[in-house]
């Protein structure tokens, strides 16, 4: 298990913004047949005040993801393969009173659909054969987190275009020992802990 390790900033606390972020991973077993490592973001928040539902919008997004894959042919044979995917994938989640860990400060987890670029026609060397395992070996993380307006309304917020109160830029990395042969394995029993993305912070904005 790898350590985590979070940025943090001097912040007045007026202001909504991320203090940290770590991208986590699990294997989640069978899903649709397929071995998946299954991707969590993970955001600290501070100057979150008074926190009413819906107060504050937090998003994820993923791109530039690198996928190793085990896939079976027709013969039966298992053949590793290396995927590069363009596209993104995206998560959100509204802030609630169950999000608060402390005083102006709270935590979020935005789960991310793996799936969706686990795929025969994306992940394996023959789009007609049957994917074993897949899991995302590398990839950059964005992480945003928007104040909503006075009633408390995130659904005008457009994660793409509005400005965020806050952003964290990241690379990560599966840590070396986990493949395709070896994916992470479920969370902890009893700590709940997942395997950590090995994550270097490349940008740090607050917008007052």
């Not at 991320?18 to 047949?33: K, R, T």
């Not at 819906?54 to 995927?83: H, M, W």
């Not at 700590?191 to 994550?199: K, Q």
């Amino acid at each position: 298990m790898t350590k985590r390790v979070l940025m943090t900033a001097l912040l007045s606390i007026s202001l909504i913004a991320l203090v940290g972020s770590q991208a986590a991973a699990h294997y989640s077993g069978y899903i649709a047949g397929v071995h998946v490592a299954s991707l969590v973001c993970e955001q600290g928040i501070r100057g979150v005040g008074n926190l009413e539902d819906g107060d504050a919008l937090v998003t994820c997004k993923l791109t530039e993801l690198q996928l190793e894959s085990k896939c079976i042919n027709p013969a039966g044979q298992e053949v590793l393969g290396e995927a590069a995917f363009q596209g993104a994938l995206a998560g959100e989640e509204e802030l609630t009173t169950d999000n608060v860990t402390g005083k102006g400060k709270a935590t979020s987890e935005v789960s991310l659909d793996v799936l969706q670029v686990c795929t025969p026609e994306i992940a394996c060397v023959n789009p007609n054969w049957t994917i074993d395992t897949c899991i995302v070996r590398s990839m950059t993380a964005e992480h945003k987190v928007f104040k909503c307006d006075g009633d408390g309304d995130c659904d005008e917020i457009d994660p793409d275009t509005d400005t965020p109160n806050s952003i964290i830029l990241q690379e990560c990395v599966l840590p070396p020992e986990y493949d395709a042969n070896n994916p992470p394995p479920p969370p902890d029993p009893v700590t709940g802990d997942r395997v950590d993305y090995l994550c270097t912070t490349t940008e740090i904005d607050h917008v007052l």
